[in-house]
């Protein structure tokens, strides 16, 4: 049996995956920051970033990692 097929992922499926976690954790770090307390109110928490941007980064990161668990490299042979 072919060593290649051996593995259910290929390289790029790993690489692909990489840069799908790391979007999510860009997402994740847009939404972070100061929150409010019992005594100061912070506005900074309804910022469209924190509301807006930063969950649609985390769901396009989770849409990138369902494409690389789904991507499948073409083959160079063809079996005939």
């Known amino acids: ?10 390289r ?6 990489a840069i ?17 307390t019992e005594t100061q109110f912070n506005p900074e928490i309804f910022s469209a970033m924190r509301i ?7 769901f396009l990161g989770f849409a990138f990692i369902g494409v690389a668990v789904m991507y499948r490299p073409k083959d ?5």
Not at 12 to 17: A, V
Request: with cysteine.
């Open 20 to 36: 799908g976690v790391v979007i999510v954790v860009l997402g994740f770090v847009l939404m972070s920051g100061d929150g409010s």
């Open 76 to 80: 160079k042979q063809k079996d005939s």
């Open 52 to 58: 807006k941007v930063a969950p649609a980064v985390c």
């Open 12 to 17: 790029m499926n790993f690489i692909l995956l």
């Open 1 to 10: 049996m072919d060593k290649k097929n051996d593995f259910a992922f290929s």
